[in-house]
Each structure stands twice: as C-alpha cells, then as structure tokens.
T-cell receptor, first 109, second 113 residues
Framework: GENVEQHPSTLSVQEGDSAVIKCTYSDSASNYFPWYKQELGKRPQLIIDIRSNVGEKKDQRIAVTLNKTAKHFSLHITETQPEDSAVYFCAAGTYKYIFGTGTRLKVLA | EAGVAQSPRYKIIEKRQSVAFWCNPISGHATLYWYQQILGQGPKLLIQFQNNGVVDDSQLPKDRFSAERLKGVDSTLKIQPAKLEDSAVYLC???????????FGPGTRLTVL
C-alpha cells in the first residue's frame, strides 16, 4: 500500500544551526507534498508545501526540495530558533494525504 | 475566519461503550477529513468527505466506526463499541479543495479504559 517514510525520528540541533528532515514516498502518482508542524498538545499547522511541477520552494528560513525521480523530498530549516522545537510531519498524496511518522526537533539554546 | 471546531475536547469511556465526536469545518470548505492520531505517530486518515459524499474510507474500521456529514457541513464520527486500542486523538480537518492545505481542529482526546 501507499507509504511515507520519514527520517530521522528525533533531531537535536544547536540554536542557529540548520536542520534537515527527509521523506520518501511510494506512490509515484503523488503530486502534493505538504509539511506540518505540531507543537505539544496542539493541532498540526501547515508550514510549507510543494507541488510536483516544482523542484524547490523557499519561505524565509524554511525550504523544501523535491526529487520526483527518487521519490523523496526534504525540509530544510536554517538558523534554527528555540521556537522551532516541535514535531514535524511530511505528507504526500493526490486527492488525499499519507502522513509520515514525524520528526521531533529539539533546538538547544 | 473562524477555525475548525470540534467537541468534546476530552472523553473518557470504558471499553465496549459508544462515543461520538462532532466537527464543524471552516465555512465554505467542501472537503472534510477525520484522522486518528495515536501518541507518537502521524495522523492516519479514517474518512474523507467531499461535500456530503464519501471520497475515501479505506482505513475506517467499519465494524465499529461510522461517520456522516449531513448537508455537507457538520460531521460526526461514532465508535461503537470502543476498544482499548481506540485511545487516540481524533482530528477533524477541512480544506477548500481536495488537494490543498488542510486546516485542523483542536482534536478530541479519547481515552478508553
């Protein structure tokens, strides 16, 4: 069945460093790849998304890259700050999403 | 704009009891989703509605779970009878179109004892 794998499951970085989270997907028909941030006890919120006709998208400190041939996409956060600490979920899909298993990011002050 | 509303926020029941959750999506959003999020995991889609029609319910345990979206607006998700493994947060989300940003509600935390 359709599957989205996400790595790493936990990631600790020093404040100011960069963080990279990677996802691979199995359904080659997937054409939409959102990333959600979920703080403890709160609802997931979209932070950035990319569609299959684009290879890279950037929004301030956050960027996402997509490699459709390899069926993987990555989230890059630069100049990390303590408020970036949260669980990040990737997702992939067509008319519906499959979510990854999540990455707990800790930014150490 | 008002966000996705869900109630109740918390529910504790014993196994074999029944429970119902309610969701009110963002006004004008045609697509509504119910997800199950078990602690430490990503949201798992249970059912997806487009207006009041079911688009996908392949992951819904139909022997115990049911959902409806009357008049294409509010939706209810029911579990009957509940099992211990149903303990999770149930998230409702809505989007303007099917493959677009989903806006999540605050969720209902269900504990089955």
């Amino acid at each position: 069945g359709e599957n989205v794998e996400q790595h790493p499951s936990t990631l600790s970085v020093q404040e100011g460093d960069s963080a990279v989270i990677k996802c691979t997907y199995s359904d080659s028909a997937s054409n939409y790849f959102p990333w959600y941030k979920q703080e403890l006890g709160k609802r997931p919120q979209l932070i950035i998304d990319i569609r299959s006709n684009v290879g890279e998208k950037k929004d301030q400190r956050i960027a996402v890259t997509l490699n459709k041939t390899a069926k993987h996409f990555s989230l890059h956060i630069t100049e990390t700050q303590p408020e970036d600490s949260a669980v990040y979920f990737c997702a992939a899909g067509t008319y519906k999403y499959i979510f990854g298993t999540g990455t707990r990011l800790k930014v150490l002050a | 704009e008002a966000g996705v509303a869900q109630s109740p926020r918390y529910k504790i029941i014993e196994k074999r009891q029944s429970v119902a959750f309610w969701c009110n999506p963002i006004s004008g959003h045609a697509t509504l989703y119910w997800y199950q999020q078990i602690l430490g995991q990503g949201p798992k889609l249970l059912i997806q509605f487009q207006n009041n029609g079911v688009v996908d319910d392949s992951q819904l345990p139909k022997d115990r779970f049911s959902a409806e979206r009357l008049k294409g607006v509010d939706s209810t998700l029911k579990i009957q009878p509940a099992k211990l493994e149903d303990s999770a947060v149930y998230l409702c989300a809505s989007s303007l179109e099917q493959i677009n940003e989903q806006f999540f509600g605050p969720g209902t935390r269900l504990t089955v004892l």
